[in-house]
């Protein structure tokens, strides 16, 4: 038996779009186009330092050791098999949908496992025709790195994965969204669905800042009618607020995620020495440690953005 072992690698999946109705129409014809395109895809992928792990039915599933050479691995395979297609009829043209991730996987053998392969195939199934979809893990290492641009898909679905997985669609040369058929476009829908809600702060107000801000006005209610001399409701308004400061931070694409949970945390320990005040701020000590964490990875963000 192989042995198992562990390993960060970036992950290539692609397959045909509409395969099963160019079968039908032409299963020879089909299997020889198949052929062709998965060589130049094959020869693409090692010119740039990548290995091709397995092909299964219309599929291509490849690694990198370099994030960005499977980029632009991926790209250049689009714009090769682009001008195939031109130069065939727009019934018999065949597209692949593209899927980029970096994650850990189990390998053996030649074989790859894991929840990074299952999220490469995942991004590849919600590109469009002729597209490349690719993860945050592998936007954060290109975005300043390739020459092409990005379009924000939202948090992406994944069994077993908390919370989703932020993806990117990749622009290169002249999109042709609409020539995805109308099963790819649902499944685009899918992610944007939920990405109109984590986007930023404003897509989401009335659903959850605004639940926030109700919660906080009846507590404001219930304290002033059940009012004692204590206004006991600065806690629950501080708890709702901190809340609302790490939606925030999560969902802000304009700012670092880490630096501004830093930031919201930083700003809930000052309310909290400043709210049971004793003539001590013993919160200068968690900020100072805050901000060490934060300038190191300021520094970190930094030096790969160079």
């Known amino acids: ?146 020459a092409v641009g990005f379009d924000f898909l939202g948090q992406l679905e994944v069994k077993n994965i908390d919370g989703g997985v932020p993806s990117y669609a990749v622009r290169i040369g002249v999109q042709q969204a609409a020539s995805a058929s109308p099963e790819s476009r649902s499944i685009r829908e899918e992610v944007r669905t939920p990405a109109a809600a984590n986007a930023g702060p404003a897509a989401g107000f009335a659903q959850i800042y605004g639940s926030l801000a109700l919660a906080a006005i009846a507590v404001l209610l219930v304290n002033a009618f059940t009012w004692h001399g204590d206004f006991w409701a600065r806690w629950p308004l501080l708890g709702l607020a901190f809340a609302a400061g790490l939606r925030w931070a999560r969902t802000n694409r304009q700012v670092d995620p880490q630096l501004a949970t830093f930031a919201v945390v930083g700003a809930g320990l000052i309310g909290i020495n400043l709210l049971s005040w004793h003539g001590t701020p013993w919160v200068i000590w968690p900020l100072l440690a805050l901000a060490i964490f934060a300038g190191r990875r300021w520094l970190g963000r930094q030096r790969g953005d160079t």
């Not at 129409?25 to 020869?43: I, N, P, S, V």
């Not at 929840?115 to 893990?137: E, H, K, M, P, Y």
């Open 1 to 146: 038996m192989s042995e198992t072992s562990r390993k960060l690698t970036t992950i290539f999946c692609a397959d045909v779009q509409d395969y099963s109705r160019l079968m039908q129409k032409d299963e020879e014809g089909t299997l020889t186009t198949l052929k062709r395109y998965r060589e130049a895809m094959a020869r693409l992928i090692e010119a740039h330092g990548g290995r091709v792990v397995n092909t299964w039915g219309d599929g291509v599933f490849a690694e990198f050791p370099s994030v960005v050479e499977a980029l632009r691995a991926a790209v250049d395979v689009q714009n090769e098999l682009a001008g195939y297609n031109a130069k065939s009829d727009p019934d018999t043209q065949m597209q692949f949908r593209i899927g980029l991730n970096l994650g850990d996987v189990i390998a053996e053998g030649n074989d790859l496992y894991g929840d990074g392969v299952n999220i490469a195939a995942r991004l590849q199934a919600c590109a469009a025709a002729g597209g490349i979809v690719i993860s945050n893990t592998v936007y954060d290492q290109v975005r300043n790195k390739v």
